[in-house]
């Protein structure tokens, strides 16, 4: 096909459609895109403002876990310094200390239970309210742990009975610690965060 049967065709088919019908289909397309165009730019708003406010969402998460991070960190710090404490009153009955003098381990528990008791009571209302309720009933758990060797500590009286209360005591506590350590790392999601 040549140029002048190709502009004779065209001719012929707006005779046969009629102009106004190739120009309503025109506008008719125009109009399609126009609002295609309109439509796809109210969808990329809905997404900005969604994207937005995840941005926001992830923010506050990561300010949230921050402070669960600080907050567990000190709780369990605390935690672990009279788990050390019980663990050397139940393990032996005396020690020696750095400078050559032997200490009784139950009179450094007594001395350490004070300190720990003004330290706990400062976090005991923050972490009821923030630790979820897996880690608060191993919370009550290790409270009963550690009142239960605080009980065989001060019954011991250097025979074999209250030496094997004090490691059964003991033996208690290091399975809630150990209970205690893997919820807090799943709740905390080191795991995760180390790999």
Known sequence: MNENEIVSAI???LFA???VTVVSVALAGWLGSLWQKRILQKEQN???QK???YRHELGLAKTSYDHYLELILDYYNNYYQHYRLCQRACNA?????????????KDDFDAGLDKFMENWASQEGKIRILLPSELLGLHKRSIDAFNQVKRAVNKFNYDNETRQDKHEAFLQLDTVKTELEYALRKFLRT?????
């Open 11 to 13: 001719k012929e088919l």
């Open 17 to 19: 459609f009629g102009g």
């Open 46 to 48: 809905t997404l900005i």
């Open 51 to 53: 994207l937005e406010s």
């Open 93 to 105: 009955d005396v020690h020696s200390q750095p400078d050559g003098i032997i200490t009784n381990t």
């Open 191 to 195: 795991e995760e965060l180390l790999k």
